[in-house]
């Protein structure tokens, strides 16, 4: 069973980074797109940003562009998503998703997801 694990995350001053990274269970990491998303309390899950398998290319949500990177290492079975200039708005559960082929900022369009991991950006 495909499984992904995210970790990295925590509590961080606003201002601040983190790096989250999500694993992935198989060696056929290469041929997903993964995603991350996020959920605060009360609010839908929003896309953050993700990557296609093809050419490691990237989309960012607006609130996001300029303060996140996504990227990948298929050597490592392993996605990233560093987080710059935190804001206290960024605090939500962060997953990861993957899906075969070609993904999005659209939640639906995913096959696999982790548990998820807690940010949370406070003073």
């Known amino acids: 069973q495909l499984q992904l694990v995210e970790s990295g995350g925590g509590l961080v001053q606003p201002g601040g980074s983190l790096r989250l990274s999500c694993v992935f269970s198989?060696?056929?990491?290469?041929?997903?797109?993964i995603g991350w998303f996020r959920q605060a309390p009360g609010k839908k899950r929003e896309g953050v940003a993700w990557i296609s398998s093809s050419d490691d290319s990237t989309e960012y949500a607006d609130s996001v562009k300029g303060r996140f990177t996504m990227s990948r290492d298929n050597a490592k079975n392993t996605a990233y998503l560093q987080m710059n200039s935190l804001k206290p708005e960024d605090t939500a559960v962060y997953y990861c998703?993957?899906?075969?082929?070609?993904?999005?900022?659209?939640?639906?369009?995913?096959?696999?997801w982790g548990q998820g991991t807690q940010v949370t950006v406070s003073s």
């Open positions: 998703a993957a899906k075969r082929g070609v993904g999005g900022l659209t939640a639906y369009v995913y096959d696999y």
């Open positions: 198989e060696d056929t990491f290469h041929y997903y797109a």
